[in-house]
């Protein structure tokens, strides 16, 4: 596992981080145990992954709870999450997310979080958050409740960042959570060079939604962009597209033909898909999110693997520069 440092908050963090939401909530939400799900955060653990997020909604923090039993509490960074609504007007007051904040704890079981950030804030709810939310977060962070604040993004609805475009200016944030892939690679422009100027710490998520991890629908959003104009059929094959990501190996940033997943080949589109956010200047933490501790280990090996080879990731950014309407969901 490679280690880097989260922006301004100086924690040395894994590069993946374990994701407890997503659609699978570490498997509680295809029904699976608790002990399963510790399961895969312990093998995450294992593996080398320090980082573990979390949110009310979730209910994966009992998880993360379980984790500390056999896991030194300074030996982890824990991020957990609470909204404060999602079309306005704000659903609580600051006396109640403060209280919030306290049912967090006791959910976790520690007597501090390492990141409390807003959930999914909407970019009309900035100022609200600002006058009313950010006081509070401050104050827990003053008490020593939580070591960092930051915010996430609602990225399956607001495809340009327009929250963190408004968020941005007030500098309040040492973390953001963001959506980044191979469809919606906007925030290279709209996002990333402010919060490297703030030296801001980032988690990266979206890096595999349904369209990019399920082939058929793949094909299809692939189709539906070039119908629309966005893609130039020219540049990929509809019927395969991404061919020429796992093709035969190809020279790239370190030996050839190193394997799979080495620094030519690519195990297939999820591998490629990851290795692309981990690259992205900016990006700090590479989320993975599932159910399965198969999965979990090829992902945590692509976010870890070479980088692509430049030519691939040049071709990744031709192809969807003009797509910033998707999420990949
Ligand atoms: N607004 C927000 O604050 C917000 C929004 C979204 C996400 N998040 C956070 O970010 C994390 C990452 O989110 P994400 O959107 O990137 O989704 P994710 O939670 O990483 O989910 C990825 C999905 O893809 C599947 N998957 C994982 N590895 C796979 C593989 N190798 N092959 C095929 N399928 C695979 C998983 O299903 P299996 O169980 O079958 O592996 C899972 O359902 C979340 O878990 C959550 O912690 C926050």
Redesign the pocket.
């Known amino acids: 596992m490679h280690y880097t440092t989260l922006g301004r908050t100086n924690l040395n963090v894994s590069i993946a981080g374990l994701?407890?939401?997503?659609?699978?909530?570490l498997?509680l939400r295809?029904g699976r145990s608790l002990d399963d799900a510790l399961t895969v955060a312990k093998a995450a653990f294992d593996q080398g992954v320090n980082v573990f997020?979390?949110?009310q909604s979730?209910g994966t923090e009992p998880v993360i709870a379980k984790l500390l039993d056999t896991v030194p509490r300074d030996q982890i960074v824990i991020s957990t999450?609470a909204g404060i609504g999602w079309t306005g007007p704000i659903n609580c007051t600051a006396d109640e997310y403060a209280r919030t904040i306290d049912d967090r704890l006791t959910q976790l079981n520690t007597d501090y979080i390492d990141i409390m950030?807003i959930?999914?804030l909407h970019p009309d709810l900035v100022d609200d958050a600002m006058q009313t939310i950010v006081p509070v977060m401050q104050k827990a962070r003053d008490a020593g409740k939580v070591r960092f604040i930051g915010v996430?993004?609602?990225?399956e609805h607001d495809f340009k960042h327009q929250m963190l475009q408004r968020v941005l200016p007030h500098d309040c944030f040492d973390v953001v959570?963001l959506?980044f892939n191979i469809l919606n690679q906007t925030a290279r422009q709209t996002v990333l060079p402010m919060i490297q100027k703030q030296n801001v710490g980032t988690?990266c998520?979206?890096?595999?939604?349904?369209a990019l991890?399920d082939q058929a629908r793949f094909k299809q959003t692939i189709k539906q962009l070039i119908d629309e104009g966005r893609i130039d059929p020219a540049m990929i094959n509809a019927n395969n597209p991404l061919d020429f990501l796992i093709q035969t190996p190809m020279s790239g940033n370190g030996s050839e033909g190193e394997g799979t997943s080495g620094a030519g080949g690519h195990a297939d589109i999820?591998d490629a898909c990851y290795r692309f956010c981990r690259d992205e200047p900016g990006m700090d933490i590479v989320?993975?999110?599932?159910?399965?501790t198969a999965?979990?280990a090829?992902?945590l090996q692509s976010i870890n693997a070479p980088a692509l080879p430049r030519e691939h990731r040049q071709r990744l950014i031709d192809i969807f520069q003009k797509v910033d309407h998707l999420s990949g969901d």
């Open positions: 994701g407890g939401g997503g659609h699978s909530r498997g295809l997020d979390t949110a979730y999450k950030y959930h999914g996430t993004e609602m990225f959570m959506g988690m998520m979206f890096a595999i939604r349904q991890s999820v989320l993975t999110g599932t159910s399965n999965h979990l090829a992902n």
